[in-house]
């Protein structure tokens, strides 16, 4: 079984500053994605950004980034220049082609601050 | 492009009593997923269907069950309902016959038992 471990449940970071959300996961698959999502007081699940395991290119949206390192199987998240509309709970998430569904970390709500 | 919608956006219910939740699936997408988020944890998979079958399966009891329609709309319906089924619960659709890629996510159900 897959499993998902978010170590920091807050965390607070000033506007147009730079935080880093950690992410790390189990399993003895080899195929996989990954995934950070976002989710709003609104209850919106939002997709921020997607990994595939067998790129080694760490992936990047605009302010978001990641670190990806897959033998440590770990997935953080880099959210350059934050604003205020960052505030959100954000979940890391697992799959693999085979399971066939998400499996979500606990969640760690980040606050900007003005 | 229409996104993922469900209903009812709250509802209320009694310990042992039955509920029906509906799910819009994204224009164009195949398959729906269906997940449960207990207040402050991450969300847990349910079940999956893809073109009206059930696809994979989460750690829930059999009262939790599912359908899914000819236009990829789908329903969660859960028997003797018990207090701790009070969540939110969030349908997710993507194309693919295993929803490989991105899940997008609707607005949630939120129900509680009482």
């Known amino acids: 079984a897959q499993t998902v471990t978010q170590s920091q449940p807050e965390m607070s970071v000033q506007e147009a500053e730079t935080v880093t959300l950690s992410c790390t996961y189990d399993?003895?698959?080899?195929?996989?994605?990954l995934f950070w999502y976002k989710q709003p007081p609104s209850r919106q699940m939002i997709l921020v950004i997607r990994?595939?395991?067998?790129?080694?290119q760490n992936a990047t949206e605009n302010r978001f980034s990641v670190n990806f390192q897959k033998a440590a199987k770990s997935f953080s998240l880099k959210i350059s220049d934050s604003q205020l509309g960052d505030t959100a709970m954000y979940f890391c998430?697992?799959?693999?082609?085979?399971?066939?569904?998400?499996?979500f970390g606990s969640g760690t709500q980040l606050t900007v601050l003005p | 492009e229409t996104g993922v919608t469900q209903s009812p956006t709250h509802l209320i219910k009694t310990r042992g009593q039955q509920v029906t939740l509906r799910c819009s699936s994204q224009?164009?997408?195949?398959?729906v997923s269906w997940y449960q988020q207990a207040l402050g944890q991450g969300p847990q998979f349910i079940f999956q269907?893809?073109?009206?079958?059930?696809?994979g399966r989460g750690n829930f009891p059999p009262r939790f069950s599912g359908l899914q329609f000819p236009n990829y709309s789908s329903e969660l319906n859960v028997n003797a309902l018990e207090l701790d089924d009070s969540a939110l619960y969030l349908c997710?659709?993507?194309?693919?016959?295993?929803?490989?890629?991105?899940?997008?996510f609707g607005p949630g159900t939120r129900l509680t038992v009482l």
């Open positions: 997710a659709s993507s194309l693919g016959d295993r929803g490989l890629g991105e899940q997008f």
């Open positions: 399993t003895s698959e080899s195929n996989y994605y």
């Open positions: 990994q595939e395991a067998y790129k080694q």
């Open positions: 998430a697992f799959m693999t082609p085979r399971a066939r569904q998400l499996t």
């Open positions: 224009s164009g997408h195949n398959t």
């Open positions: 269907y893809y073109r009206e079958e059930e696809n």
